[in-house]
């Protein structure tokens, strides 16, 4: 069964504990050490010591409650969706751990669920041989995809012959335990696929790109390997060579650490999952495109020329043009750029419509 809001609100209760308490008395703890300490200190970490001691009591005794699958669950509304998903985004990988009930698997998506495979036949009765996978971004949903003003991407293609299908993933794991569990999908998709796939597009916005570069590179020992039938490979604003706000954090929490004061602001911000870690430095020569799909690459920023010193440094507010480019790592690749754009722009904009009419006709 899947999460509840007494689940979230268990969760929120340890962070309350582990983020806030712990740091607040080791603050104000370091920054009494540095004057000379003082009176009474005894009685404050006392307080300090019973608040997280309620918290985790509390947090204890929710999650029990929560594991009798009672209350309205998160998945049963978009607010719920968006809150399970920019969770996992975060610390993922220790819902995966921890909190199984609240780690996403990832699923192919219709109406707000998880599809089962065994149903395709049912969620697809107009189903194709030309399918077009769309998988989000970092803390994301597959109802990004219905951003702006319609027609969607989705909406678009089914009207030209391809059938659309939206994926979900847990975005706080690694790109390539991630791109493992993908691959794994997308063979089971193809062989479980009401008609005989034909061709496979890809798209991903932002580390979804990612993703599916990882997901291309896993070896398989079946006779009709999946990557054998994508003819295309479109990413949006994805940060190939990584994403300079994930570098900022990084530098953050290591010059925090330097000092007592503020050691545990940078505990804060280590809290981040393993899939921000990775986009860091994004994907490199050690994940090599598909030799036989064509790599689309799109690219925004804020400002109309990608030259102008605004948009060369801030890009599209997350990701700069040479690492949406992946400069070096795509020989031949189609490139488009976007202007006065941001990144979410990318989920919705007429010029990507027209280009994908192109590219995938």
Known sequence: MGPT????????????????VRSVRDTHDAWADRFGGYPG??????????????????SYGLRRVAEQDLGPRLEDGPRGRFVSSAV?????????????????TMAVRSGGRDVDLETLAETF?????????????LCETESYWDRGPAPTYGEALAGRGWTPVFLRANTGLGLRPNGVALSALMQR??????????????????????????????????????????????????????????????????????????????????????????????????????????????????????????????????VRVPSAYGEGLFPGATRLHLGRTDHFGLLNHPRVHAALEEWLA
């Open 5 to 20: 809001y007494l689940d979230a609100l268990s969760l929120v209760t340890e962070v309350a504990d582990e983020l806030v």
């Open 41 to 58: 200190r005894a009685i404050t970490s006392a307080v300090y010591a019973g608040a997280g001691l309620g918290l985790r009591a509390a």
């Open 88 to 104: 996992n985004g975060l610390i993922g990988d220790r819902l995966a751990t921890d909190r199984p009930r609240m780690a996403i």
């Open 125 to 137: 009765p107009a189903a194709t041989g030309q399918v077009v996978v769309f998988l989000h971004g």
């Open 189 to 318: 998709i193809v062989e479980a696929w009401p008609v005989p796939v034909t061709r496979v597009a890809l798209v991903g916005h932002s580390m979804g790109g990612l993703i599916l570069r990882a997901a291309g590179a896993v070896a398989s020992d079946v006779e009709a390997p999946w990557t054998d039938l994508v003819s295309d490979v479109v990413t949006l604003g994805t940060p190939h060579l990584g994403a300079p706000i994930a570098r900022g954090i990084g530098h953050g929490s290591r010059g925090l650490a330097r000092l007592p004061e503020t050691a545990a602001f940078g505990r804060i911000l280590d809290w981040r999952s393993v899939g921000v870690h990775d986009l860091v430095a994004g994907l490199a020569e050690d994940v090599p495109p598909l030799p036989h799909a064509r790599y689309r690459l799109v690219a925004a920023t804020v400002t109309t020329a990608p030259r102008h010193p605004v948009g060369h440094v801030v890009g599209d507010w997350l």
